[in-house]
C-alpha cells in the first residue's frame, strides 16, 4: 500500500509543466490566503475574548477597506483568468501537422487505431516527441479520455462529431489512461495504458504487429465499393463535389456558411449528409449509417485527406495500392 | 421594541407546541413554526439516509478493488448519495427550517405571507421524498445525481424516472418556499423596519427565495425532457435519436449551479446572525454584506459552463464563463473579509454556535479558493471530474452549509424549545466534526490532482493510502453528526430551561417567549434600531 505512495502525478507532456506552474501558484495563493484569515482569526479570539472591563467597539464599516479587499482578489483572479486562458488557447489549438490516431469509446472499452492502420484495445501505443492527435467518438453515451500524466481531458461524445485533443508525450514510460465521465456500471474499468517509446522502438513495435491495412488504401478500396465514386469523382457528373484539393480548407454551405472541411465534417456527411450540405449541390446523397463502421469511416476519413494536396480527381477503378492483404 | 415587556409578562400562556395537541394538530398546521418541525424531521431523516450511504460509499473506497459491493450497487450508492443529500437535504435545509421558523419572527410578522401554501410546500416534499425512496427501494438508480444524457435517458437501466420524479416534484416546494418568502419579506416587515434594517440572515434567504424561483422550474424542464426521450424515444439529448448531448449539460448546469448558491446563501445568513451575536457588534460592512448576497444570487445564473470546460463547448463560451466565475468568487470573499473584521474589537465568548462559525469561515475559504482552480480552464482541464472537484464541494457545501445549518440550529435551539443542550458534548461534536471533515476530505484534493476520477468503485492501488486516510476522516465525521442528534433530542426533556433570550442577542426573535406563542407578537413590534443593536447591551454590561 505505501510501496507506490506519492503525493504528485508524474508529468509526461509538452503542457504538463505549464499547468504544473499554475497549480503551485494557486496552491500559494490559498496557502497565503487561509493562513492570513486564521491568523487574524486566532489572533482576534485572543486579543478581543470577552472581558468584564472591555466593552465591544461598534464599528459600522470602512468603504477604503471594502474597495481594497474587493480590487485585490479581483485583481488576482483576473490576471489568473488570463494566465489560464493562454495556456488553454496553447492546449486547445491543436497543431496542424501530427500523427493522427481515431480513438473510440464504448461502455466500457477504448478502441484505437493508429495512423498506419494497426488498431490496439485500451492499450495505446505512442512515440516520444512526436505530435499525436486524436479524433475521438463515442459509440454509446458520453465518455472522456483522460491521461493523468499528459494533464489532457477531453470528454468523448456519441454522435457525428469527433472531439479533438492533443499531446507530445516526454518521457518513455507507461502511463494510466481513465474515463473521466461517468458512463454506467463498469466505469471504473474502462481503463487503459498509454506507452510511450522512443520513435525507433514504436517503429519496431508497429513492425511486429500483424500488418494492419493501410487506412488510404483501405478507405480508397471503400469508396469505390460503397460507390461514393459514382458521385464524388471528378468525371462523374458532379452530382457531388469533388472531392480532392478539399480537406483542411474552409468549403461554403448551401446556406451560406463556411465551415473547415475536416474530419468531423466528412464523418457528419457519411452519417447525415444533409445537416451540412455543400453550397451548389442537391440533397441526393443517402445517409450510411449502420452501413459503415467507424472502423470504415475511420479509412474513408484517410482517403479523403489524402486527397487534399493532390489536384488531380481520383481515379475510379481498381486501387493501384491493392490492400495491404 | 416597546412591545417586549408586556410580553415578557404573560409566560404562562401556551406556546406554538402546547397550543394543540395529537397528529391531526401537527399535520393540518398552518404555523411557520410548527411547518418547520415537521420539515426539521424529515430533512433529519433524509440526511440520516444520504449519510449512511457516504459511510457505505467510504467502507467501499477503503480498498482498491470493490470487494464490498458490486459495481451496480456501488453506482447506485453514489447516485442516491447524491441526490438525497442535495434534493431533499442541502437545498431546502436552511431555508425550509431555519427560514421558515425565524424570517417571520425576525421581521415581526405573525405567519409568512402564505401560510397553507406553506403547509403545502411540505406536502409537495414529503411526496417527492416518497417517491424518490421508493424508487430506492425498487432497485435504484446508477446515473448520478448529475442524470448526464444520453446515459439517463437511453442507457440506464434503473429507476430513472421514478426518482427523476421525487426530484421534479420536490422542485414545486422550493418553488412554494421562494414565493413565499419573496412576499414575507416584502409585505410583512413591522413598521419601522425598512430594508437596511433587515437582518443578513432575511437579506440571504431573500436572494436565495429569487433563484429558488428563477432557476428550479428550468430543472424540472430538463427532468421531463429526459423522462420524454427515455419514454418515447423523441430525440431531445440522444444523438442516435438526433438529439445533443450537450444540451442536457446547459440545462442542467443553468439550474444546478445557481442551486449550489441556494445551497450556500442562507448558510451566509446565518453565519453573520451568529458573528454578531458572539462577537457583541454590528456586522462589519453590513450594506456591502446584504448586497453580496443580491450580486451572487444575480451572477450566480452567469456561470454554468464552467461545469463544461472539457465538454466539447466552445472555447469562447469557455473564456466567458471562466471570467464571470472569478467574478462570482468576489461578493463571497467580501463576506468572509468582513465576518472576521467583525471579531476585530469585538468583545468574542466561544459557545458552540460560534465555534461552528469559526469553523465555516476556514472552511469556506479554502472550499471559494479551490473554485479559482477549477474556474481557471486550464486546470479545470486536468481535474475536472476527478476527487478534486468531489473535495472542493464538499468543502463548500459540507464544510461550509452544514457547519453554519448545524451552528444556526444550536444558536436557536433555545428559542425554538425553550430548552439547552449540553454545552460540553455540543463543544466535543463540534471539535470531532471539524476534526473528522478535514481529515476526509482534505487528502481528496490530492487524490484528485494525482488523477483518481471520481465515481471509480475500483481504483488504482497508487491511490490507496489517501483513500485509508479518508475513510478514517469519515468515521469520526460520522460520530460528530450523530452525536447532535441525540443530545438535541435528549435536550427536549431534560435540557434546561432558558429564557427569552439566552445569548443576549439583539433581533425581534430574541424578544418574544420561548418557545414562542402561537402568533408569535401579541402586538406587531414598532422597529425604531438598526439590526445588530449590541453597543447598548455591551454599554450596559461594562
Redesign the interface.
Known amino acids: 500500500?505505501?510501496e507506490?505512495?506519492?503525493?504528485?502525478?508524474e508529468a509526461a507532456s509538452t503542457v504538463a509543466g505549464?499547468?504544473d506552474r499554475?497549480?503551485f501558484f494557486?496552491i500559494g495563493?490559498?496557502t497565503f490566503?487561509?493562513a492570513g484569515?486564521?491568523s487574524?482569526?486566532i489572533l482576534?479570539?485572543i486579543r478581543?475574548?470577552?472581558?468584564?472591563?472591555?466593552?465591544?467597539?461598534?464599528?459600522?464599516?470602512?468603504v477604503p477597506?471594502?474597495i481594497i479587499?474587493?480590487a485585490i482578489?479581483?485583481a488576482l483572479?483576473?490576471f489568473?483568468?488570463g494566465?489560464?486562458?493562454k495556456?488553454?488557447?496553447e492546449?486547445?489549438t491543436t497543431p496542424s501537422e501530427g500523427m493522427t490516431y481515431f480513438v473510440t469509446g464504448k461502455?466500457w472499452m477504448w478502441k484505437i487505431q493508429h495512423p498506419t492502420g494497426q488498431r490496439e484495445i485500451n492499450t495505446m501505443h505512442v512515440p516520444r516527441g512526436e505530435v499525436v492527435i486524436l479524433k475521438l467518438v463515442s459509440e454509446?453515451?458520453?465518455h472522456?479520455f483522460?491521461v493523468?500524466?499528459f494533464?489532457?481531458?477531453?470528454?468523448v461524445?456519441?454522435?457525428?462529431?469527433y472531439?479533438t485533443i492533443w499531446f507530445e508525450a516526454t518521457k518513455v514510460g507507461t502511463y494510466?489512461l481513465?474515463?473521466?465521465?461517468?458512463?454506467?456500471?463498469?466505469?471504473?474499468?474502462m481503463i487503459g495504458s498509454v506507452v510511450v517509446m522512443d520513435p525507433a522502438d514504436y517503429q519496431a513495435w508497429l513492425d511486429g504487429q500483424p500488418a494492419g491495412q493501410d487506412p488510404v488504401d483501405a478507405g480508397r478500396v471503400l469508396f469505390e465499393n460503397l460507390r461514393c465514386v459514382t458521385c464524388h469523382d471528378a468525371g462523374s457528373g458532379q452530382r457531388g463535389p469533388d472531392l480532392s484539393g478539399r480537406f483542411g480548407r474552409p468549403t461554403s454551405l448551401s446556406d451560406g456558411r463556411t465551415v473547415l472541411f475536416d474530419e468531423s465534417y466528412v464523418r457528419e456527411s457519411i452519417l447525415e449528409p444533409k445537416r451540412r450540405l455543400s453550397a451548389g449541390y442537391q440533397p441526393l446523397m443517402p445517409t450510411y449509417t449502420g452501413q459503415v463502421t467507424d472502423t470504415q469511416i475511420n479509412q474513408l476519413i484517410a482517403y479523403v485527406k489524402s486527397l487534399a494536396n493532390s489536384d488531380v480527381a481520383p481515379k475510379g477503378g481498381d486501387a493501384d495500392g491493392g490492400n495491404g492483404q | 421594541m416597546t412591545a417586549a415587556s408586556k410580553q415578557h409578562a404573560s409566560t404562562k400562556e401556551s406556546n406554538y407546541l402546547t397550543a394543540g395537541y395529537g397528529v391531526r394538530s401537527w399535520l393540518l398546521t398552518v404555523d411557520h413554526k410548527r411547518i418547520a418541525l415537521l420539515y426539521l424531521i424529515s430533512l433529519t431523516t433524509f440526511f440520516s439516509v444520504g449519510g449512511l450511504f457516504a459511510v457505505l460509499i467510504r467502507l467501499e473506497l477503503l480498498t482498491p478493488q470493490g470487494d464490498l459491493f458490486q459495481s451496480e450497487t456501488y453506482n447506485k450508492l453514489f447516485t442516491m448519495h447524491g441526490i438525497f443529500m442535495v434534493f431533499f437535504f442541502l437545498v431546502p435545509s436552511i431555508p425550509a427550517v431555519l427560514g421558515n421558523f425565524f424570517l417571520p419572527l425576525m421581521i415581526g410578522a405573525r405567519d409568512v405571507a402564505f401560510p397553507k401554501l406553506n403547509l403545502l410546500s411540505w406536502y409537495v416534499y414529503a411526496a417527492g421524498g416518497l417517491v424518490t425512496l421508493f424508487a430506492m427501494f425498487a432497485g435504484g438508480v446508477d446515473t448520478g445525481w448529475t442524470f448526464y444524457a444520453p446515459y439517463s435517458s437511453t442507457y440506464a437501466n434503473s429507476h430513472v424516472i421514478l426518482a427523476a420524479l421525487g426530484i421534479f416534484i420536490t422542485g414545486f416546494s422550493s418553488i412554494l418556499t421562494g414565493v413565499n418568502f419573496i412576499a414575507t419579506t416584502h409585505r410583512m416587515r413591522a413598521p419601522g423596519l425598512t430594508w437596511m434594517r433587515l437582518p443578513l440572515f432575511v437579506w440571504a434567504n431573500y436572494a436565495t427565495s429569487l433563484i429558488m424561483v428563477l432557476g428550479t422550474p428550468v430543472i424540472a424542464v430538463t427532468i421531463l425532457l429526459v423522462a420524454i426521450e427515455r419514454l418515447l424515444h423523441v430525440g431531445i439529448f440522444d444523438p442516435a435519436l438526433g438529439g445533443d448531448p450537450i444540451l442536457f449539460q446547459h440545462l442542467f448546469w443553468f439550474y444546478s449551479h445557481p442551486a449550489v448558491y441556494i445551497m450556500i446563501l442562507p448558510g451566509m445568513g446565518v453565519m453573520s446572525e451568529i458573528v454578531a451575536c458572539f462577537t457583541r457588534k454590528r456586522i462589519f460592512g453590513y450594506k456591502i454584506v446584504a448586497m453580496s448576497s443580491l450580486a451572487i444570487a444575480i451572477l450566480g445564473f452567469l456561470v454554468w459552463g464552467h461545469h463544461m470546460f472539457v465538454s466539447g463547448q466552445s472555447m469562447y463560451a469557455g473564456f466567458v464563463f471562466s471570467l464571470l466565475s472569478m467574478l462570482v468568487a468576489v461578493p463571497s470573499a467580501i463576506k468572509v473579509f468582513n465576518w472576521t473584521a467583525t471579531m476585530y474589537r469585538g468583545s468574542i465568548t466561544f459557545a458552540t454556535p460560534m465555534l461552528y462559525a469559526l469553523g465555516f469561515i476556514g472552511l469556506f475559504t479554502i472550499g471559494g479558493l479551490t473554485g479559482i482552480f477549477l474556474a481557471a480552464m486550464a486546470l479545470d482541464i486536468h481535474v475536472h471530474d476527478t476527487y478534486f472537484v468531489v473535495a472542493h464541494f464538499h468543502y463548500v457545501m459540507v464544510g461550509g452549509m452544514v457547519m453554519a445549518y448545524l451552528g444556526g440550529l444550536h444558536f436557536y435551539w433555545p428559542k425554538m424549545f425553550g430548552r439547552m443542550y449540553h454545552e460540553g458534548l455540543a463543544k466535543v461534536a463540534a471539535v470531532m466534526i471539524f476534526i473528522g471533515f478535514n481529515l476526509t476530505f482534505f487528502p481528496q484534493f490530492l487524490l484528485g490532482y494525482l488523477g483518481m476520477p471520481r465515481r471509480y468503485h475500483v481504483y488504482d492501488e497508487d491511490f490507496q493510502v489517501l483513500n485509508v486516510l479518508s475513510t478514517a476522516g469519515a468515521s469520526v465525521l460520522g460520530l460528530g453528526f450523530a452525536l447532535p442528534i441525540c443530545y438535541l433530542i435528549f435536550s427536549l426533556k431534560f435540557g434546561k430551561k432558558v429564557g427569552d433570550n439566552p445569548w443576549d442577542a439583539a433581533g425581534l426573535e430574541w424578544t418574544i417567549s420561548s418557545p414562542p406563542y402561537e402568533h408569535n407578537f401579541h402586538e406587531i413590534p414598532e422597529v425604531t434600531e438598526e439590526a445588530y443593536d449590541y453597543g447598548k447591551r455591551e454599554a450596559a454590561r461594562v
Request: charged share 20%; proline share 6%.
Open positions: 500500500m505505501f507506490d505512495f506519492t503525493l504528485f502525478p505549464g499547468i499554475l497549480y494557486l495563493m490559498t490566503a487561509v484569515i486564521l487574524a482569526l482576534f479570539s478581543y475574548r470577552r472581558r468584564p472591563d472591555r466593552a465591544a467597539q461598534q464599528i459600522d464599516g470602512s477597506l471594502e479587499w474587493s482578489p479581483l483572479w483576473v489568473i483568468f494566465w489560464s486562458a495556456l488553454y488557447l492546449i486547445h461502455q454509446d453515451v458520453i472522456d483522460f493523468p500524466a494533464r489532457i481531458k477531453q470528454d461524445l456519441p454522435g457525428t462529431q472531439t494510466d481513465f474515463c473521466a465521465e461517468y458512463c454506467g456500471t463498469k466505469h471504473s474499468e
